[in-house]
């Protein structure tokens, strides 16, 4: 499945008989040797929430919290009638999210909301190697070049860089160096926002782990919070994406809501053969 062009392939952990170790999930990840994806979303049991949810990165690393990977996850549950019911929550690996299938065509969920939680901007929370309380408008050098990076937790670490043009070639080489920067040590996923209006923007994502990225949901969440807490925004926004675009809502509280679009590549069984070398190495 794909949200706004980030795609995840969906498993049960109840319908597989194999761990999701490192050398698994890139190999299921990469298009030549695997299926090809931006990531796996995984269902697991839960005893706080109605589901329990997991998400891995390509690189075979877990990520805390993904907005799109749990989008796609609400309408894997909807579609393949895990749940009858259009609200329910949702345990990830940091809080329990609560979800609202908002749209439907022939029972199959279209448009997802999500409340994603509260943002914290607490350096040591984020986590920020900083004795600053908050990360925002601090300068970081990324190689050659010094950027003003504002840094926020959603369920995952963010660093938000406000500019006035966005430049594809830019966030390409510079993201990952951010991304991997000392002061970050979980790493962090970049964004480079440009402000259209108080309630639009237009943003580039680096994901940790990932790379390069179409669309993602958390990071339309911290961009926002980023606005809002800079002063450049109001609490309702209209992210927008190379994927497609996301509606943020951000109340007085910090807590975060995101509205979006899921949608079905694709469904099958994992071949003989791709499970037997699922644990070799390969030249990925």
């Known amino acids: 499945m794909h949200g ?4 995840y392939i969906v498993l049960d952990s109840a319908n597989i008989d194999f761990q999701l170790t490192t050398q698994t999930v890139i190999r299921l990840c990469n298009i030549h040797f695997g299926i090809g994806s931006d990531g796996i979303v995984l269902k697991v049991p839960s005893d706080k929430a109605d589901f329990g949810f997991r998400v891995y990165n390509p690189d075979g690393s877990e990520a805390e919290k993904s907005g799109n990977g749990l989008r796609i996850f609400c309408k894997y549950l909807y579609d393949y009638r895990h749940t009858g019911k259009r609200k329910f929550s949702v345990e990830t690996l940091t809080d329990i999210v609560y979800a609202d299938i908002i749209e439907e065509v022939q029972g199959k969920a279209i448009r997802v909301r999500v409340d994603m939680g509260k943002a914290i901007f607490s350096s040591h929370k984020i986590p920020v190697s900083s004795d600053l309380p ?7 050098t990324a190689g050659d070049r010094e950027y003003e990076v504002n ?20 966030i390409r080489k510079y993201g990952p160096l951010l991304e991997n920067h000392p002061i970050f040590p979980n790493r962090i996923n970049v964004q480079f926002v440009k402000p259209l209006s108080r309630g639009e923007a237009q943003i580039l994502i680096w994901e940790r782990g990932a790379g390069y990225t179409l669309a993602s949901g958390s990071s339309s969440c911290a961009v926002s919070c980023v606005l809002v807490k800079r002063g450049l925004a109001g609490g309702d926004l209209t992210i927008h994406m190379q994927g497609g675009t996301l509606k943020i809502q951000v109340d007085d509280e910090w807590n975060i809501r995101m509205t979006g679009e899921a949608r079905e590549i694709a469904r099958g069984v994992l071949g003989n053969e791709l499970l037997e070398d699922l644990d070799k190495p390969f030249a990925g």
Do not use: T
Request: glycine content about 6%; proline content about 3%.
């Open 4 to 7: 706004l062009g980030n795609e």
């Open 134 to 140: 908050e990360f925002i408008a601090q300068k970081v």
């Open 151 to 170: 840094c926020v937790s959603v369920g995952n670490p963010h660093c938000v860089v406000i500019k006035q043009d966005l430049n594809e070639s830019e």
